[in-house]
């Protein structure tokens, strides 16, 4: 996907986010987080959002840590929500191709990152928000999803603060049954995982289904479509696979 593209994606998320979380009220229960409620959402999204924004809007060439939220609610929490997503928004749009400036997964670009981790990070979070709603969910397009599962198994559990590893060598299999060629072999071990986009070998467990489903349920958001194999390795990544801020 080009830079444009996830932008746009940012700024839908962003808003259908910030509208859910005010159908449900910020006092409601988010049971995608169950211990969080929709303060608790809108409060670590918005933080985020201007953590990310200082990036490209400042120019920071090093880590730096992101600002407490305020202790807002209700009504004002949603607007500095909003007046935060649009900002970010603002600078990504906004942003020289070739900005310098902090980041923390491979990509093209510096710009080119933050706009890809921040469409993902907004639309799982926009999924939270909804869950909290009830009702249904909104869909996530097939090439987005393909996209956020291999942001997640190539990129975030590459490094070596992923805790999905195993005492002896197994092999986890993820497929997006929707789109050709959508595959990824996982190799766990006691080392960091390593993940090829390719069908290579025999599986141990095979997680698999429609890509926008696959999506949610790798981010722990929903069950897993179907599980074919040892479910004791789709357990694994229930358990240890979560992506927390500090």
């Given at each position: 996907?080009?830079?444009?593209?996830?932008?746009?994606?940012?700024?839908?998320?962003?808003?259908?986010?910030?509208?859910?979380?005010?159908?449900?009220?910020?006092?409601?229960?988010?049971?995608?987080?169950?211990?969080?409620?929709?303060?608790?959402?809108?409060?670590?999204?918005?933080?985020?959002?201007?953590?990310?924004?200082?990036?490209?809007?400042?120019?920071?060439?090093?880590?730096?840590?992101?600002?407490?939220?305020?202790?807002?609610?209700?009504?004002?929490?949603?607007?500095?929500?909003?007046?935060?997503?649009?900002?970010?928004v603002?600078?990504?749009?906004?942003?020289?191709?070739?900005?310098?400036?902090?980041?923390?997964?491979?990509?093209?670009?510096?710009?080119?990152?933050?706009?890809?981790?921040?469409?993902?990070?907004?639309?799982?979070?926009?999924?939270?928000?909804?869950?909290?709603?009830?009702?249904?969910?909104?869909?996530?397009?097939?090439?987005?999803?393909l996209?956020?599962?291999?942001?997640?198994?190539?990129?975030?559990?590459?490094?070596?603060?992923?805790?999905?590893?195993?005492e002896?060598?197994?092999?986890l299999?993820?497929?997006?049954?929707?789109?050709?060629?959508?595959?990824?072999?996982?190799?766990?071990?006691?080392q960091?995982?390593?993940?090829?986009?390719?069908?290579?070998?025999?599986?141990?467990c095979?997680?698999?289904?429609?890509?926008?489903?696959?999506?949610?349920?790798?981010?722990?958001?929903?069950?897993?479509?179907?599980?074919?194999?040892?479910?004791?390795?789709?357990?694994?990544?229930?358990?240890?696979?979560?992506?927390?801020?500090?």
């Amino acid at each position: 996907m080009k830079t444009a593209a996830y932008v746009e994606t940012l700024d839908r998320e962003g808003a259908l986010l910030a509208a859910a979380a005010e159908a449900a009220g910020t006092d409601a229960e988010v049971p995608t987080c169950p211990d969080w409620r929709v303060r608790d959402l809108l409060r670590h999204t918005g933080m985020v959002h201007r953590w990310a924004t200082a990036f490209v809007a400042e120019g920071h060439t090093g880590p730096r840590r992101a600002d407490d939220p305020p202790a807002l609610d209700g009504g004002p929490l949603l607007s500095w929500f909003r007046e935060g997503h649009e900002r970010l928004v603002d600078a990504l749009a906004g942003a020289e191709p070739d900005v310098r400036c902090w980041h923390f997964l491979p990509a093209p670009s510096p710009l080119a990152f933050w706009a890809r981790r921040q469409a993902h990070e907004t639309t799982v979070h926009r999924i939270d928000a909804e869950s909290a709603r009830g009702g249904e969910p909104t869909a996530v397009g097939v090439d987005f999803a393909l996209d956020g599962i291999d942001e997640l198994l190539c990129a975030f559990h590459a490094r070596p603060k992923s805790a999905v590893r195993t005492e002896e060598p197994r092999t986890l299999r993820v497929r997006a049954t929707d789109a050709p060629h959508a595959v990824w072999t996982v190799r766990l071990s006691a080392q960091p995982p390593v993940t090829v986009r390719a069908e290579e070998a025999d599986a141990d467990c095979e997680l698999s289904g429609p890509a926008a489903q696959l999506y949610p349920a790798l981010w722990n958001r929903r069950p897993f479509p179907e599980v074919t194999g040892d479910d004791a390795l789709a357990a694994l990544w229930r358990e240890r696979s979560g992506v927390t801020w500090k």
